[in-house]
C-alpha cells in the first residue's frame, strides 16, 4: 500500500512538471531556451485562478492558462526572434514580469498581496481515495499523455522534423524552404501552453492562486529537459524521477535521516552532472539561443 | 549553446569605422554616434516603461501624475528615501559589476544571487569568530577576503565547468544559485540559527558606519560606508578591463574568442578567472547588508538583488559608470514602490523593473540598425 501511495503522490506530483517539461523540449528544439518555463506556468496559475473563480468553471480556467502561457511565449518569440534580444536576458525579463505581474494583478483583483480565495477545481466525487481523485482529473490524464505525444510529433510528423531542422540548423532549413521563423513562433507558442496548462493544474488542485506558487517548479522542467538530453520521453522518466524525489522529501518530513534541503538539491545537481557530461554528454541543439541569419 | 553569438556578446565600444572616420571630424562623428547607441536605447526603455506604468495606474483608478511624484517625492525628495536608494543601489552596484564583467567576457552570470548570498555567509562566518573590540578598519580586509572568496567558489565553479567540460555557464550558474541557497538554508536552520529566526548571531566587530552618522538627515536609513566599496569596485572594474593585460585578453575573448585564442590568449583561463572574479565582486555585494546594516547573515537577504544585477549590467552598458547610474536607477524604483504603496501595489515597480529590462534588450538591436540605416542614408544623399 505505502508503494502505491508512493507512486500516486510521485505521479501527482509529476504532472506540472512533465507538461512544462514537454513543452521545455519542443521550444529548445526549435532553438528557444527554456528559462521562461517558470514564467509560464506562474502566469497560467494565475489566469486560471482568475477565471475559474470568475466563472465558476475549471475548464474555462484551463483556456485561460493556455491564452496567458501561449501569450507570455509569444512575447518571448517576438522579442527574441523579431527583435533578436538576447534569449536569456529576456527570459528573466519575462520571469520577473510575470513575478510582478501576478502580485499586482493579485491585488487588484482579490485585493490580497498573498493569495486567491478558493476557487473551484474539477469535480471530484466526495470522499474519494486519493487514487480515485487523481483519475478524475482530466489534467492528470492530459499530463501523463503529452509526453509521448509530443515525442511522436517531434519524430513522426512534419512539423517535428521542421522543429529540430530550424533547432539545429535554421539556415539549412531556410534553404530547403522551411519558414524557419514561423517554426519558431509555433514551437514556443506550444511550449508556453503546454507549461500554462502545468500551472493551471497547480492552482486548480490546490483550490487557490498564492504568490510565486510555482516555487522553481519551472526550472525543474528545464533541468529534467536537458538531464533527459532534449529528448520527449527522455525528459519525461526526469520529470518522474525529481517528482519521486520530491515525494520522498515529503515522506521524510520530521525524520532527520536525510534534511530536505538536500533532496531540493537532487535535480539541479544532477542537471550539472549531466552538463558536465560525467555519464554521457548533454548535447544541446546546435542553434539554440541563436537567432537565424536575416 | 553558442559561446559568443552576435547578441551575448558585449558591444563593442566603437562602430565599425565608416569611410569618413578617418578624418577629425570623422572620429568625432563615429565618438558621438557611440554615444547615441549607449545612450538611447535607455531612453527608449524608460518611455516604454513610464507607458506600462501608466496604463498599470489608470487600471487602479489612480492619477499617473500624483504617483510619479508620490515616487520622486519618497525616493530623491528627501534624505530618507534617498539613503535607502543609496543602500540599494550598494548592493546592485556591485551585482551589476559582476554581471558586468562576466559579460565582457562573453559568458552569463545568471548566479550572482547565490554568489551574493554566499559572499554574505562567508563574511558572517568569519565575523562569528573575531572577538569584539577590533577596529572595523583593521578587520575589513579579512571581511572583504572572505565574502570574495565566499562567491568567488560559487561564480569559479561554474567557470571550472564551461572552462573544462564546456558546460553552458547559464544553466549551470541557474541550477547552483538552487543548491547553494538549499545548501546555506540548511546550514543556517539546522546549525547557525538563533532560536526562532533564520539569522545567524550578532556580529561583534567590524560593523560599517552608517551615513546617518555623519549626516543626521539620512537617520533611519541604512547607506552606510560599503557605499565606498561599491564605488572603488567601480574604479577598480573599469582599471582592470582598460587598464590591464589581463583585463584586455578578457575582452578579447568576449569579443571574438577564436581571433583571441589565435592572438595566443588562454581563453580557458580567461573563462573560468573571469567567472570567478564574476562571482567575487558580486560576493562583497553582502558586506553592504552583513557589515553596514543588520550585522548578522540573515536567510534571504539577496533575494532579487543578483537577477536585478542582470538589468543593471544590461542598462549600464558593461560600463563601470553606466553600471552606478544604472543601479541608482533600479535602486530608485525598488524603494520608489515602498514610496507609492498608498496609492498604487508596490508590486507595480517589479513590473516596471521587467519592462525596462525587455525593453532595452529589444531596443539595442533595433536602435542600432536604425541609426546605422539612417546614416547609411545620410551619407550616400550627401555623396549624390
Known amino acids: ?294 | 549553446m553558442p559561446v559568443n553569438d552576435p547578441v551575448t556578446a558585449p558591444v563593442a565600444e566603437t562602430p565599425p569605422p565608416s569611410p569618413a572616420s578617418t578624418s577629425a571630424g570623422g572620429v568625432r562623428a563615429s565618438r558621438r554616434s557611440a554615444l547615441e547607441e549607449a545612450v538611447l536605447p535607455p531612453l527608449v526603455a524608460l518611455l516604454l516603461a513610464a507607458v506600462v506604468g501608466d496604463a498599470l495606474i489608470l487600471v487602479f483608478g489612480q492619477s499617473p501624475g500624483a504617483v510619479y511624484h508620490l515616487l520622486l517625492e519618497g525616493t530623491w525628495g528627501n534624505a530618507y528615501g534617498f539613503g535607502q536608494v543609496l543602500y540599494k543601489a550598494t548592493t546592485l552596484v556591485f551585482t551589476g559589476l559582476a554581471v558586468g564583467l562576466g559579460l565582457r567576457a562573453g559568458l552569463f552570470n545568471i548566479g550572482a544571487e547565490s554568489q551574493l548570498a554566499a559572499g554574505g555567509f562567508c563574511a558572517a562566518l568569519v565575523g562569528l569568530m573575531l572577538p569584539a573590540g577590533i577596529p572595523s578598519l583593521l578587520c575589513l580586509p579579512v571581511y572583504v577576503l572572505a565574502a570574495a572568496i565566499g562567491g568567488g567558489v560559487v561564480g569559479g565553479i561554474p567557470g571550472v565547468l564551461k572552462a573544462r567540460f564546456g558546460a553552458h555557464e547559464v544553466i549551470v550558474t541557474i541550477m547552483l544559485n538552487f543548491v547553494v541557497l538549499a545548501l546555506l538554508n540548511y546550514i543556517i536552520s539546522s546549525k547557525l540559527h538563533v532560536p526562532d529566526t533564520l539569522h545567524t548571531a550578532e556580529l561583534r566587530s567590524g560593523a560599517l558606519p552608517r551615513v546617518s552618522g555623519f549626516i543626521p538627515a539620512f537617520q533611519g536609513s541604512a547607506a552606510n560606508a560599503s557605499i565606498l566599496l561599491a564605488v572603488a569596485a567601480a574604479i577598480l572594474f573599469g582599471w582592470y578591463l582598460f587598464r590591464t593585460r589581463r583585463g584586455f585578453e578578457l575582452r578579447a575573448v568576449g569579443l571574438q574568442p577564436r581571433a583571441a585564442e589565435y592572438a595566443g590568449v588562454n581563453v580557458a583561463g580567461v573563462t573560468w578567472r573571469a567567472l570567478a572574479i564574476s562571482g567575487a565582486i558580486a560576493g562583497l555585494g553582502g558586506l553592504n547588508y552583513v557589515l553596514g546594516y543588520k550585522h548578522y547573515y540573515e536567510e534571504g537577504f539577496a533575494t532579487g538583488a543578483g537577477f536585478l544585477g542582470i538589468a543593471v549590467a544590461l542598462v549600464g552598458r558593461n560600463h563601470p559608470v553606466g553600471i552606478v547610474l544604472a543601479a541608482l536607477l533600479f535602486a530608485t524604483l525598488s524603494q520608489g514602490g515602498l514610496a507609492v504603496n498608498a496609492l498604487v501595489p508596490k508590486q507595480m515597480v517589479d513590473v516596471l523593473q521587467a519592462v525596462v529590462i525587455l525593453a532595452v534588450c529589444t531596443s539595442v538591436p533595433e536602435v542600432r540598425r536604425l541609426l546605422r540605416g539612417a546614416r547609411r542614408s545620410a551619407r550616400s544623399g550627401g555623396e549624390s
Open chain 1, 1 to 294: 500500500m505505502i508503494v502505491v501511495l508512493f507512486i500516486l503522490q510521485t505521479l501527482r506530483i509529476a504532472v506540472p512538471y512533465l507538461l512544462a517539461a514537454a513543452g521545455g523540449v519542443l521550444s529548445e528544439r526549435a532553438g528557444l531556451i527554456g528559462l521562461t518555463l517558470e514564467g509560464y506556468m506562474l502566469g497560467g496559475a494565475f489566469c486560471a485562478a482568475v477565471a475559474s473563480y470568475a466563472t465558476g468553471s475549471a475548464t474555462a480556467g484551463v483556456v485561460a492558462a493556455i491564452i496567458g502561457g501561449g501569450a507570455l511565449a509569444l512575447l518571448y518569440a517576438v522579442s527574441s526572434i523579431r527583435y533578436r534580444a538576447d534569449q536569456v536576458v529576456v527570459g528573466i525579463a519575462i520571469n520577473l514580469l510575470v513575478i510582478g505581474l501576478t502580485r499586482f494583478f493579485l491585488r487588484l483583483v482579490f485585493d490580497s498581496s498573498s493569495n486567491s480565495p478558493r476557487v473551484p477545481g474539477f469535480h471530484v466525487t466526495s470522499g474519494a481515495s486519493p487514487l480515485a481523485a487523481l483519475l478524475q482529473n482530466p489534467l492528470a490524464w492530459v499530463g501523463l499523455a503529452v509526453t509521448p505525444i509530443v515525442a511522436w510529433v517531434l519524430y513522426r510528423t512534419p512539423f517535428g522534423l521542421r522543429v529540430r531542422a530550424v533547432g539545429e540548423h535554421p539556415e539549412a532549413a531556410a534553404s530547403v524552404g522551411v519558414p524557419v521563423n514561423r517554426v519558431r513562433y509555433l514551437a514556443t507558442a506550444l511550449s508556453g501552453m503546454l507549461a500554462g496548462v502545468g500551472g493551471a493544474y497547480l492552482a486548480l488542485d490546490q483550490h487557490q492562486f498564492t504568490d510565486g506558487m510555482t516555487a522553481g517548479r519551472g526550472f525543474i522542467a528545464l533541468a529534467a529537459v536537458i538531464f533527459g538530453r532534449w529528448d520527449p520521453m527522455r525528459a519525461g522518466l526526469a520529470c518522474l524521477l525529481f517528482a519521486a524525489a520530491d515525494t520522498l522529501q515529503i515522506q521524510l518530513q520530521g525524520s532527520q535521516a536525510l534534511p530536505s534541503q538536500f533532496v531540493e538539491m537532487i535535480p539541479y545537481v544532477l542537471t550539472i552532472v549531466a552538463l558536465v557530461g560525467v555519464v554521457g554528454r548533454a548535447v544541446a541543439p546546435a542553434a539554440l539561443g541563436r537567432p537565424a541569419a536575416e
